[in-house]
């Protein structure tokens, strides 16, 4: 079961939606987070963690199945914010989806 769901939602009147649900998401200490992408046609996701990440890595790529999971390395209390990209399914010409610095991940 994911902790954060992103989900690309069908195009209504031409645009597309990106939600990430929660937007802030609590952890501590050595808590592993999961995150799963939904959207009949969404591919895959990447995280950046700009300014600093909770986790090893300040990238976070899912894989075959759309999901991704790391485990929290930070100690201190502090709020990691993060951008979210998503590619859709077109092989030939496929679009990019992003929310900018808005979803974060908090370390209590």
Same mark, same amino acid.
């Given at each position: 079961?994911?902790?954060?769901?992103? &989900? !690309?939602?069908? #195009? /209504?009147?031409?645009?597309? =939606?990106?939600?990430?649900?929660?937007?802030?998401?609590?952890?501590?200490?050595?808590?592993?987070?999961?995150?799963?992408?939904?959207?009949?046609?969404?591919?895959?996701? &990447? !995280?950046?963690? #700009? /300014?600093?990440?909770?986790? =090893?890595?300040?990238?976070?790529?899912?894989?075959?199945?759309?999901?991704?999971?790391?485990?929290?390395?930070?100690?201190?209390?502090?709020?990691?914010?993060?951008?979210?990209?998503?590619?859709?399914?077109?092989?030939?010409?496929?679009?990019?989806?992003?929310?900018?610095?808005?979803?974060?991940?908090?370390?209590?």
């Amino acid at each position: 079961m994911a902790d954060i769901t992103i &989900t !690309l939602k069908p #195009p /209504r009147d031409g645009v597309r =939606e990106l939600v990430v649900d929660p937007t802030s998401y609590y952890a501590e200490s050595g808590e592993d987070v999961h995150w799963e992408l939904r959207g009949e046609d969404a591919a895959f996701f &990447t !995280l950046i963690f #700009p /300014r600093g990440s909770p986790f =090893e890595d300040d990238e976070v790529h899912s894989d075959s199945k759309m999901q991704a999971q790391k485990r929290v390395n930070a100690a201190a209390p502090k709020r990691f914010h993060y951008y979210v990209a998503v590619a859709d399914s077109d092989a030939e010409n496929p679009d990019i989806f992003l929310i900018a610095g808005c979803p974060e991940i908090i370390i209590r």
